[in-house]
């Protein structure tokens, strides 16, 4: 392969970047990783066409970008692969993962630095779009004031209100996973700050009371998705998406109801959230 040939078109101005000119399958000579890499930290969501990948391969890739993480609670994995989740959709569901706004597994001590999702099909009249957000924009629109506000609290993720909640699913040894962070965190490599809660596991803000959290949290969230933060990927068999889970929100449009959708995603380990003045 030519590593020469990659070319990253951007989607909008603050988040989100397709990728052409690379293939996933292959090995990722260190001019391509570092193409890539540098894409994601620049658009927080990175976009890839027509790729043909087993689930080692896919592993593979994921791997170039750090350790694979475990999903805490979800038995939807591909036989022999643990760190592969199956995201399904068809008639039969009562539900479909990611369809409120969220980081992934952000109730975890250590939450995930990105996910790799790889759609195989889709439904057949569209639908099943994802939005990203740029929870960097959601922070640096905020006024002064809130800015200082946030930047001195702390949030509870709880992973019980959704696993054990809405999925229904049974906690493994020593519960679901329940961590305090810090509502703006620092990203580790570009060192701007981010918004860092969201609807699906942050349940109230430590230092205040539940009246003002829920009031902050709410509006917090309210502002976090406005569409001039975001991007949408309208999905075609065979692509893929890399998301940065630092600072980039997502959700997933469940609007094909009862057609079929069906993907597998690996998630990359991430580090301990800080906020650094």
Known sequence: MDEQTIVVRKLTPGIGAEIT????????????F????????????IFFRDQDLTHD??????RRFGELHIHPTSIATVP??????????DEKSKFVAGEEWHTDVSCDPEPPMGSILYLKEVPPDGGGDTLFASMYRAFETLSPPIQKLCESLTAIHDGAQVYGGRFGQKPKEGGF???????????PV??????YVNRN?????VQLGKRESDALLNLLWDHSETPEFQCRFAWRP??????????????AMWDYFPHRRLGYRVTVKGDKPFYRA
Do not use: Y
């Not at 570009?190 to 918004?195: I, N």
């Not at 889970?245 to 959700?251: I, S, V």
């Open 177 to 187: 996973p329940k961590n305090e962070h810090p509502v703006v965190r620092t990203h």
């Open 57 to 62: 391969q896919q592993k593979a890739f994921g």
């Open 21 to 32: 000119g690379v293939d996933l399958a292959r090995p990722l000579g260190n001019h391509a």
């Open 80 to 89: 022999n692969h643990p760190e592969v989740l199956v995201i399904k959709a």
């Open 238 to 251: 065979n692509s893929i998406a890399f998301w940065d889970n630092r600072a980039a929100m997502h959700h």
């Open 190 to 195: 570009t060192g701007r700050k981010a918004l």
């Open 34 to 45: 570092q193409a890539i890499h540098d894409a994601l930290m620049q658009n927080l969501v």
């Open 201 to 205: 596991f942050t349940t109230r803000i």
